[in-house]
């Protein structure tokens, strides 16, 4: 992907998020606080969900 087509792509999902109303804007945040290993794994990759189940299987 060339520069400029990730800019473009980074200008639309902002304005996206810029024009979607304020309720909805905070109903997806709710959501995304109560699905919190989610975030990690969006964040980081599927790294600290194997490294979690690493350590479990480590310690049975």
Do not use: C
């Not at 990730?6 to 979607?20: G, H, P, W």
């Not at 304020?22 to 600290?48: C, H, M, T």
């Not at 194997?50 to 480590?58: A, E, N, P, Q």
């Amino acid at each position: 992907m060339s520069t400029n087509n990730y800019l473009k792509f980074i200008t639309e999902e902002i304005v996206k998020y810029m024009n979607s109303p304020r309720e909805e804007r905070k109903e997806r945040r709710e959501a995304e606080k109560q699905d919190g290993s989610v975030v990690l794994n969006r964040w980081f990759g599927i790294l600290p969900f194997s490294f979690k189940l690493f350590l479990k299987g480590r310690r049975a």
